[in-house]
């Protein structure tokens, strides 16, 4: 099974800051990777497919970047509805998995 | 719009079963690859199952291999998983997902608990 390495675990930023979270995967998965945001007692979102494609109607300070094994998401300027739980999936081969998830909240 | 609503979750004893269904709206259900994921209380997405578009494929976690088909009725627009042989760390939110042809989830249903104890 391909593992999925997120860093960091947790994260605490200011309103505006630019944050980046990392996905590492085991083996190449050759851009087979989706982000998605979850907001507390609510279901997964779909922010980014193939990597660095926009889900449609995400805004556009959210962006996805990276390849063979190392990917990243990236929020610019922070707002407050930001906060959440974001989670990388890798679709590349089955079983699909997910990485353990980064809690990002308001510093 | 896409709608996906779950039901058929609640408090089920260890080697029981239980059927979850999710019924779709908004969109040509038939057209596309259906899946469930589930989320342990506290815990990541863990996937478990998926289904295509016609029911002919379907595609299992190791971890509910053997234990969870997953079907589909395109007739009625509906998404099933019959869970046997449950055990406690079956415990989990279990979401009903859309998905892409590549196996990104572009849309998910609110979610259904299931609580496996006795």
């Known amino acids: 099974d391909i593992q999925m390495t997120q860093s960091p675990a947790s994260l605490s930023a200011s309103l505006g800051e630019t944050v980046t979270i990392e996905c590492r995967a085991s083996?190449?998965?050759?851009?087979?990777l989706a982000w998605y945001q979850q907001k507390p007692g609510k279901s997964p979102q779909l922010l980014i497919y193939?990597?660095?494609s926009l889900h449609t109607g995400v805004p556009s300070r959210f962006s996805g970047s990276g390849s063979g094994t190392q990917y990243s998401l990236k929020i610019n300027s922070l707002q407050s509805e930001d906060v959440a739980s974001y989670f990388c999936?890798?679709?590349?081969?089955?079983?699909?998995?997910f990485g353990g998830g980064t809690k990002l909240e308001l510093k | 719009e896409v709608q996906l609503v779950e039901s058929g979750g609640g408090l089920v004893q260890p080697g029981r079963s239980l059927k979850l269904s999710c019924a779709a709206s908004?969109?040509?259900?038939?057209?596309?690859?259906m899946a469930w994921v589930r989320q342990a209380p506290t815990k990541g997405l863990e996937w478990v199952a998926s289904?295509?578009?016609?029911?002919?494929?379907?595609h299992y976690g190791d971890s509910v291999k053997g234990r969870f088909t997953i079907s589909r009725d395109n007739a009625k627009s509906t998404l099933y998983l019959q869970m046997d042989s449950l055990r406690s760390e079956d415990t989990a939110t279990y979401y009903c997902?859309?998905?892409?042809?590549?196996?990104?989830?572009?849309?998910w249903g609110q979610g259904v608990m299931v609580t496996v104890s006795s």
């Open positions: 289904i295509s578009y016609g029911g002919s494929n379907t």
């Open positions: 193939n990597a660095n």
């Open positions: 999936q890798q679709y590349y081969d089955y079983p699909w998995t």
């Open positions: 908004g969109f040509t259900f038939s057209d596309y690859n």
């Open positions: 083996e190449d998965i050759y851009n087979g």
């Open positions: 997902a859309r998905h892409s042809g590549l196996g990104y989830f572009d849309y």
